[in-house]
């Protein structure tokens, strides 16, 4: 087939997009079997962190801090729930403010999940200090795209 004359800007190996997209679609496939040990899947587990930062948060509290919105974590929420790892009980302040807490089962399933950054760590083959700077570059580059939007 022939070599068509694609400007070097629209190269998909040119691209930041791709890079950062192909990266977080490997490093989610290397989470799986760790977290299909913890019975979670990746948005679980980022929920449960949050979750086993401070336990007590609200439902918006929590979309704020995975950058996401309400409504699609309530789903999460409520499978989350169904597995007995937290409890969802309305406010009595505010009967619109959902509150979420662990419970002994979402607790204990901490102490499992301790060993995952272990092993993602290793996986990367890159030290601590590199993926430290890794993570501050990127979370400059989302801080500076989320003001664009």
């Known amino acids: 087939m022939p070599r068509s ?12 997009c791709f890079a950062l997209y192909s ?12 977290l299909q040990a913890l019975n979670l899947t990746y948005p679980q587990y980022l ?20 950058l996401t919105d309400p ?22 302040a505010d009967e619109r ?7 002994a089962k979402g607790r204990t399933l901490q102490q499992q999940a301790e060993s995952v950054p272990a092993c993602i760590l290793k996986t990367t083959e890159q030290s601590i200090d590199q993926l430290l700077a890794l993570k501050q570059e990127l979370v400059s580059l ?8």
């Open 23 to 34: 990266t977080s679609l490997a490093m989610t496939k290397v989470y799986k079997p760790l």
């Open 142 to 149: 989302r801080d500076s795209l989320h003001k664009a939007i």
């Open 97 to 103: 403010v959902v509150e979420l807490r662990l419970t």
């Open 5 to 16: 004359n694609t400007c070097e800007q629209l190269r998909l190996d040119n691209q930041l």
């Open 47 to 66: 929920a449960m962190l949050v979750l086993w930062e401070g336990d007590g948060i609200t439902v918006g509290e929590l979309s704020q801090r995975l």
């Open 71 to 92: 409504g699609s974590v309530t789903p999460l929420l409520k499978r989350l729930e169904a597995e007995g790892l937290l409890s969802r009980t309305r406010s009595s």
